[in-house]
């Protein structure tokens, strides 16, 4: 752009002379000589600042900060895609990993063992006792004792007590723990929810200070530029562009070349201090998509754990199974038989005592077969599903200190070092394919860049390589325009016919674009 308008400037101060050499010549006596008329100039093609940039290259970072463990590759090293690059210290990581794992596999089993049921051996047995139960009940007779009487007593008193205990329900202290625990799951989701939405807002607030700092970078940025543009056109103040000369003639007020230094170092650190600005907002976005993403995983997990909670108390609330209940009322019977055949009639005893035997153990057969609760199942679930979040989210935890190469290329450049820390979002390494070379240029404003098309040729230019001229085409002209020193700019990409290995990222250039 700046070109553009020192091109502009010269066609002006050109034309200005014309026009003062004509005033003078139609002043002169008139000779016999013709003056030749000279066409006008028209400038068919657009000149704008450009850099050479890699067809693919990318800045890296990684989104969670830490101190660097390994350094993989080294600068000019070619990479493939998804090679790893450098890890930050994963000591902590690795370990939630390894935790979450276990209690994976943990919860797995425990659904495993519910849902397959009971062995083949746990069945036999039963059958075997049912078998052992039938076979006594055909039993009958015997003698009886003052100890056989005791014992017989306190059989009974404990087959009727465990019945009481079914019968009433969970304790109220299973009861209180578990609905402490429930209590204590959502205000553990209450208070991550809290905490990580304003971790979220404050990661916000941190993008709109630095989108704030850096619109007054602009601004400072803006005013430097022009004030040493003036200074480069007039060579005057551009403060003070006139001064009163000891004649009382207002004359220009001309600078010093310290004064001209001043302007240009105004211009220098006004640039610098935008640049800043710049990657601070970049660095500011990082951490508010992490704070973001953080957010939704850390509420999920919170979640799951209150739903856990939920169906455990959930299960102690229903109360006991029919299975249950049923066992523990042929035990009262059983108990009671056995009195009976002790203190009244020994062979009915006997035979009550046999059948309530046998009951028990048709109930336990029939509660093996049957499998386990749909509630015992549901908590089961529950907690593999809580266990899987947690080992998500260490996982990625762990692979977010890890940076890897998102396409084949060469390391360009690679800022981090074993055992420094580098913050979350700060670029730490650049990798492009270093064969092939495009030029964009940001410096065609929307007056110029509608002129400009896709497939116009364009001639370029390189400051470091004066004998270099090379051809290329308009490949890409965005669509979205941005402000840039109080104009709207457009980024213009150009394809380049050929290559040339002395070009290196970032080189200056001259893009002359056909109209």
Wanted: no cysteine.
């Amino acid at each position: 752009m700046k070109r553009i308008w020192i091109a502009l400037a010269a066609l002006v101060l050109v034309g200005v002379i014309a026009y003062v050499a004509f005033l003078r010549g139609g002043s002169a006596t008139p000779t016999a000589q013709t003056v030749p008329t000279v066409a006008p100039v028209v400038d068919e093609s657009l000149v704008a600042e450009a850099q050479v940039v890699p067809v693919h290259g990318a800045a890296l970072s990684l989104p969670t900060g830490g101190v660097v463990a390994e350094v993989l590759v080294a600068e000019g090293d070619k990479v493939q895609a998804g090679q790893p690059l450098l890890r930050l210290d994963r000591t902590r990581a690795l370990a939630t990993v390894q935790q979450a794992q276990a209690q994976l596999a943990q919860a797995q089993a425990a659904f495993g063992k519910l849902h397959t049921g009971a062995s083949p051996e746990q069945l036999a047995a039963a059958e075997a006792q049912l078998h052992l139960a039938e076979a006594q009940q055909r039993q009958s007779g015997g003698s009886v004792t003052a100890a056989d009487r005791a014992a017989a007593q306190a059989q009974l008193q404990e087959a009727q007590a465990r019945l009481a205990a079914l019968e009433a329900g969970p304790r109220s202290t299973d009861l209180s723990t578990a609905q402490a625990q429930l209590a204590q799951a959502q205000a553990n989701f209450q208070s991550q929810r809290d905490s990580l939405s304003a971790a979220k807002t404050n990661a916000q607030l941190g993008v709109e200070r630095a989108s704030s700092a850096l619109t007054q970078a602009q601004a400072a940025y803006s005013t430097a530029l022009q004030n040493w543009q003036y200074v480069q056109e007039t060579g005057n103040d551009p403060v003070a562009p006139t001064r009163t000369n000891g004649q009382g003639k207002t004359v220009a007020n001309r600078l010093s070349d310290a004064q001209r230094q001043q302007y240009y170092d105004a211009y220098v650190q006004a640039e610098a201090a935008m640049h800043s600005a710049e990657k601070a907002v970049q660095q500011a976005q990082v951490a508010y998509d992490t704070a973001r993403q953080t957010e939704v995983s850390g509420v999920a997990a919170a979640e799951q754990q209150v739903a856990v909670a939920q169906a455990a108390l959930d299960k102690l609330r229903s109360g006991a199974d029919a299975e249950a209940l049923a066992a523990a009322r042929a035990q009262v019977a059983s108990s009671r038989a056995q009195l009976d055949k002790l203190v009244g009639d020994q062979r009915g005893g006997a035979l009550a005592a046999a059948q309530a035997a046998v009951d028990q153990a048709q109930a336990n057969l029939d509660q093996l077969r049957a499998g386990a609760a749909p509630d015992d199942l549901a908590v089961a679930e529950a907690q593999i599903k809580a266990a899987q979040a947690a080992l998500s989210l260490a996982e990625a935890t762990a692979a977010e200190a890890e940076l890897r190469a998102p396409f084949a290329g060469t390391i360009a450049a690679l800022d981090a070092t074993v055992g420094e820390y580098v913050a979350a979002g700060a670029p730490v390494a650049y990798v492009a394919d270093l064969g092939t070379w495009q030029v964009e240029t940001t410096d065609l404003t929307e007056l110029s860049v509608a002129q400009v098309k896709v497939g116009s040729p364009v001639m370029i230019t390189l400051d470091a390589i004066p004998d270099l001229t090379l051809n290329g085409k308009v490949s890409r002209v965005r669509a979205f325009g941005e402000s840039k020193q109080g104009d709207i700019t457009y980024l213009v990409t150009i394809a380049l016919d050929r290559q040339d290995p002395r070009l290196r990222w970032n080189m200056t250039a001259s893009a002359s674009i056909a109209k």
